[in-house]
């Protein structure tokens, strides 16, 4: 860029918006197979190309290469490529289902899906999840029923966050799987806390956390990141960089002149920067991380790079501030593409056994979304018991709701 | 019986509370080794060591934001905030996160956290070492906002505060640490020793939160207030020789209002004197509530005495704090009425 001998108020920009051809050409992404694996103690001043390359292992043919292959057995390959498959159809089902009315919103992970299903087959099922909202491939990972995320999002009356919450903010405490906030990057920091307490207690639980790369911004992120250098905490602080916070690309949170995940060494934590929409390189840094943390080595922070391929959430229309059909672009391609074309080119997968099993979700989510409904929806009900309006606001009810709830008059 | 002022009856809760629950961790800036810029934890790291009492970055957000996640994997801690006036960048973690954690997740999760912070004015801090933002705190459901006026409460409702399962905003009035203030900064400073809120047990025990104490009985009016605006008020009562009610609220919200509701029917008129500023200050929701209730009750008026809608200016500390001559003023008003 030309720099003249003055400053100048940078306001970074995309490169493309609406009516441009898609074009990625600019994006360095490194081959396959160019970072070594060190081992999980390594001093993280000594991996400073891992928080600037990036980790991949599935390569353009579809083989697993390089000193990051997990070798993963191909039962638990099928159970990742299912529960991805099963994440997408369910975001089909839900967003079809909210476009007909039958829901306030919705948000879909389309394209993301690597990041949330290979952590959870990475993690154990004791180890600490704090979300965000575009992680549903956790619960689904880890079998939360499905019945229950839509009758929660319905508002209806099977709604366990009690008529509380606009769709999509679970909570499942069965799964070690934290309650969804609405105002981003609060659970960054907190998780933080949940390993501090999780190490206090000689537990080997870990926590693991994740922002979207606009959240990197928010005061949560730096405070998480100086917590758990400081206490070497057992956590995992994972940044999916979907390239979009909203309408903001990620540019506007200071990802052009360095990585996000280089943000960890100005703390003291090492780095990993990943193909997000590799299932095979977010297994092998999440267990390396996880390795990591439960060994006393402390936080790792983990960009994926990825790219968000749909809408924000059901109130955008990304047509309005970027080229449509960029995602078929992105070099980086389809994470359950990638995984399907790998178990094929190892012989243990089909394109027939891919659609069988497409259809097979694709029954299965609309059997239970049509069970779900018959529990109520948010406009036409049964609704949550309008006496939980007042409950759980403390412990005890104080004399004020108490007072109040006889207004309502229940 | 021991003679404590504030400072030592916080650290015997705390000294208590490590000693009684392995769960009970304290943090925040300078409470480690050192024991706090105001001596609160002093000498219990060395007793319970560094893991249960211990120092955090200068992150007011980060400290209240890692006492919720340690809250929600089973620990209690007590979360230290070194002035009121430096809570403010924690105030998403407490507002979105900590009152609202039960009754979002249909109540899966809650923050038993407790943070501890010293407020008020009275000591020349100027307006960052002497802001009241309790106002702030009582507006918003799902918190706990206490504060104390005498080292005997000061132990038992911090007992209870972080035996609670909801989060408590504690704070304590720091012109009251080390002796009752009656608002004369001209007179010796006195301490807590000869004060019968001064003699604390050693030993464990607390006091409900959520109620309020009648600390002087009368029948002419009713004076609401709670912290050190306790001792002005009670100052100024005795300069009036009318015989007043004095409460003490000691829990701002949820509000003890049977307390004040039958003092106010016994009495007729009413005084509500806080030390914060006054516009949306709590003492208006006491106001508002006294007049839903007791509306045929009241003979006068109610008065209102305040910190002025100004930040706390540290030159005109005196003439910014409500002494006994403006709590004087309105009493005779409402007696006069």
Redesign the interface.
């Known amino acids: 860029m030309p720099r003249r001998n003055a400053p100048e108020l940078f306001i970074p920009e995309p490169r493309l918006r609406p009516g441009d051809k898609p074009d990625f050409s600019n994006l360095d992404i490194p081959p396959v197979g160019v970072l070594d694996k060190p081992d999980e103690m390594v001093d993280f001043t000594e991996i400073p190309e891992h928080a600037r390359s990036m980790i991949r292992v599935l390569d353009d043919d579809h083989k697993a290469k390089g000193a990051w292959d997990p070798h993963l057995d191909p039962e638990t390959l099928r159970g990742g490529l299912r529960n991805m498959l099963k994440t997408r159809v369910y975001d089909e089902r839900m967003h079809k289902m909210q476009r007909q009315g039958k829901m306030s919103f919705y948000m879909k992970c389309t394209g993301e899906e690597a990041v949330a299903v290979a952590q959870a087959t990475a993690l154990r099922p004791s180890d600490?999840l704090?979300a965000t909202y575009r992680q549903q491939g956790l619960l689904i990972t880890r079998g939360h029923s499905m019945l229950d995320m839509m009758c929660h999002c319905l508002s209806n009356s099977r709604?366990?966050?009690?008529g509380?919450?606009m769709p999509i903010?679970y909570?499942?405490?069965e799964g070690n799987y934290?309650?969804i906030?609405g105002?981003v990057g609060?659970q960054f920091?907190?998780?933080?806390?949940?390993?501090?307490?999780?190490a206090?207690?000689g537990q080997d639980d870990i926590?693991c956390t994740w922002v979207g790369d606009g959240t990197t911004a928010e005061?949560?992120f730096?405070?998480?990141l100086?917590?758990a250098a400081?206490y070497r905490a057992p956590v995992i602080l994972n940044v999916v960089n979907n390239q979009w916070a909203i309408s903001s690309f990620q540019g506007i949170a200071g990802g052009i002149s360095a990585t996000f995940a280089n943000r960890g060494r100005g703390y003291g934590l090492p780095g990993l920067r990943v193909d997000g929409n590799d299932f095979l390189a977010v297994y092998a840094a999440t267990q390396w991380a996880a390795d990591r943390a439960r060994r006393g080595g402390g936080a790792t922070l983990i960009e994926h790079y990825t790219y968000r391929a749909d809408a924000h959430s059901t109130s955008d229309d990304p047509s309005k501030y970027r080229p449509r059909k960029e995602w078929e672009a992105w070099p980086l391609g389809d994470p359950i593409e990638r995984l399907k074309n790998h178990l094929i080119v190892l012989g243990e997968w089909s394109e027939e056994q891919h659609e069988q099993l497409r259809k097979e979700l694709e029954e299965e989510v609309a059997a239970l979304f049509r069970e779900a409904e018959s529990y109520g929806t948010l406009h036409t009900g049964p609704r949550p018991d309008i006496n939980l309006m007042f409950?759980?606001?403390?412990?005890e009810m104080?004399?004020?709701?108490r007072r109040q709830r006889q207004q309502v008059g229940v | 019986m021991t003679s404590m002022n504030m400072i030592q009856a916080l650290n015997s809760a705390m000294d208590c509370l490590l000693d009684r629950d392995p769960n009970v961790?304290i943090m925040g800036e300078d409470v480690g080794y050192f024991g706090g810029v105001f001596r609160a934890t002093a000498g219990l790291q060395q007793k319970y060591g560094r893991?249960r009492v211990f120092d955090?970055?200068i992150?007011e957000?980060?400290i209240v934001?890692?006492?919720?996640?340690?809250?929600?994997?089973?620990?209690r801690?007590i979360a230290e905030i070194q002035f009121s006036d430096y809570i403010y960048?924690a105030i998403?973690?407490i507002v979105?996160?900590a009152a609202r954690?039960?009754?979002?997740?249909?109540?899966?999760?809650?923050a038993p956290i407790t943070i501890r912070s010293p407020c008020g004015g009275g000591i020349f801090g100027g307006q960052t070492h002497s802001q009241s933002p309790e106002g702030i705190f009582t507006h918003v459901?799902?918190l706990?906002t206490v504060m104390p006026s005498n080292p005997y409460d000061a132990k038992g409702l911090l007992i209870a505060a972080v035996e609670?399962?909801?989060p408590v905003l504690f704070f304590e009035p720091k012109r009251i640490y080390n002796g009752p203030f009656d608002g004369d900064p001209n007179k010796p400073a006195e301490d807590w020793s000869r004060h019968e809120g001064g003699d604390v047990p050693e030993e464990y025990y607390s006091l409900p939160l959520?109620q309020a104490a009648i600390v002087r009985e009368g029948a002419d009016l009713t004076v609401i207030t709670y912290g050190t605006m306790v001792h002005v008020s009670r100052a100024a009562v005795e300069r009036s020789g009318f015989d007043a009610e004095i409460i003490d609220l000691r829990t701002l919200v949820?509000?003890d209002?049977?307390t004040i509701t039958k003092s106010v029917h016994k009495t007729g008129r009413c005084v509500v004197v806080h030390e914060a500023t006054r516009t949306g200050g709590f003492g208006a929701e006491i106001l508002s509530q006294i007049q839903e209730d007791c509306f045929w009750d009241l003979e006068a008026p109610i008065e209102r005495v305040t910190g002025w809608d100004t930040p706390y200016p540290h030159a005109f500390e005196w003439e910014y704090f409500p002494g006994q001559e403006r709590v004087l003023t309105a009493i005779e008003k409402v007696m006069g009425a």
């Open positions: 600490m704090f709604d366990y966050c009690k509380r919450q903010f909570t499942w405490r934290f309650s906030s105002s609060t920091s907190q998780a933080v806390g949940w390993a501090m307490a999780a206090y207690k926590a005061a949560d730096h405070y998480a100086t917590f400081v409950e759980d606001v403390y412990e104080p004399l004020n709701l | 961790v893991q955090t970055p992150a957000g980060g934001a890692t006492a919720i996640g340690m809250g929600v994997n089973g620990l801690p960048p998403d973690q979105s996160e954690l039960r009754y979002r997740s249909g109540g899966e999760y809650y459901s799902g706990t609670s399962n909801d959520r949820p509000l209002i049977e």
